[in-house]
């Protein structure tokens, strides 16, 4: 078993998509959105391997150093996209293993480190796989 602990933010900060296909044209343009950031990070025991606090405290610093401050309206993440957005926090954060990114808490690009294990579990299935089928 696995246990994560997880922060959120949220930041009214915009985007915008210049290789839209046309029939989505209207997303090459900045557009706002609220941002919804969660982060999730696996502890070692239950009692504060990892203080929220922190976790999110992190998070909206990695956040500040990646967005564009304007004059003339919210910040801008620029061209990237949520899972970029998210990859990019993941990063920055090596403690972390799951960034969650929405667009108004609709749309929500999710990216997952696998652990070493998993990768281990999964190689040794494909491998299991390829036995059966050279059989």
């Known amino acids: 078993m696995e246990v994560f602990v997880t922060a959120k933010t949220e930041l009214l900060a915009t985007h915008k998509w210049p290789g839209a296909p046309p029939h989505r044209a209207y997303l090459s343009n ?42 003339d309206g919210p910040p801008t993440f620029g061209d990237k996209s949520c899972e970029q957005i998210g990859s990019e926090i993941l990063k920055h954060m090596p403690s972390v293993r799951i960034a969650a990114v929405s667009e108004d808490g609709i749309d929500i690009g999710f990216i997952h480190l696998l652990s070493a294990l998993a990768i281990l579990l999964q190689d040794s299935r494909m491998v299991c796989l390829l036995g059966r089928l050279a059989l």
């Open 30 to 71: 900045l557009h706002a959105h609220v941002f919804i950031i969660e982060v999730s990070a696996p502890v070692e025991h239950k009692d504060r391997d990892v203080e929220f606090h922190d976790l999110r405290y992190n998070l909206e610093h990695v956040i500040s150093s990646m967005v564009s401050y304007r004059t």
